[in-house]
């Protein structure tokens, strides 16, 4: 799992298991995104959940939101190699500066 | 469609150095226009932002300073390079909503080393 000051995780699965990463944050948000970024390459939105949603999906992945204990997952089902990333959690409030968690690094094994 | 340039895609500077990295977006209509600053194997922290032309606002200080003079153009500088400044550069854009709360595209970023 990720906080949004402290340190990341290392994921590894094989390739269609099903795989989580958790973020949480200290603040109140209004909005919190998911971005995957490949090795050197810029992050890739990949779904904005706001906090009056609960869940959220995107073909594959699934984000939910639980504003009460400030948590945030998203899960990806029947993971591809191509999944192989860092997935960073981001978490704003009405519209100020995105914070970015420290990022939980993937890899998807054949 | 809109796409987001960024140049160079790389650098190597000198500390004391001047730098100017650029940003440009294509195909959309006043953007809001973010830079970003990735420490090697780190997370990003955002350094400015504008949501129009001639306006940017700091979110970081790191010794640096950014413009935006037209509305599809940002520009991230500084007068000296420090050793600290080294690291992989990303614009981003985002439509209506600002910051958090809108999605936001980021750039192919540029690599900036410092020796």
């Known amino acids: 799992s990720q906080l949004a000051e402290e340190n990341s995780w290392a994921l590894s699965v094989h390739e269609g298991e099903s795989v989580t990463v958790n973020c949480s944050y200290k603040t109140s948000i209004t909005a919190l995104q998911w971005y995957r970024q490949k090795s050197g390459k810029g992050p890739a939105q990949l779904i904005l959940?706001?906090?009056?949603?609960r869940e959220k999906r995107n073909g594959r992945l699934r984000a939910t939101l639980d504003t009460s204990s400030q948590s945030s997952s998203l899960s990806i089902t029947a993971t591809r190699c191509e999944d192989t990333a860092v997935y960073f959690c981001?978490?704003?409030?009405?519209?100020?500066?995105?914070?970015f968690g420290t990022g939980t690094k993937l890899q998807v094994v054949p | 469609a809109q796409t987001i340039h960024q140049w160079p895609v790389a650098e190597i500077k000198a500390v004391g150095s001047p730098l100017s990295l650029g940003c440009t977006i294509k195909g959309k209509s006043s953007p809001n226009l973010y830079w970003y600053w990735q420490a090697t194997g780190g997370t990003l922290q955002q350094l400015f932002y504008s949501i129009t032309v001639g306006q940017v606002e700091s979110v970081v200080q790191l010794n640096l300073s950014a413009s935006r003079p037209k509305d599809d153009q940002f520009i991230l500088s500084t007068e000296k390079l420090l050793l600290s400044h080294s690291g992989f550069y990303l614009c981003?854009?985002?439509?209506?909503?600002?910051?958090?709360?809108?999605?936001?595209?980021f750039g192919p970023g540029t690599r900036l080393t410092v020796l």
């Open positions: 981001a978490s704003s409030n009405s519209g100020t500066y995105q914070r």
């Open positions: 959940i706001r906090s009056n949603e």
């Open positions: 981003a854009w985002s439509l209506g909503d600002w910051g958090g709360d809108a999605e936001q595209f």
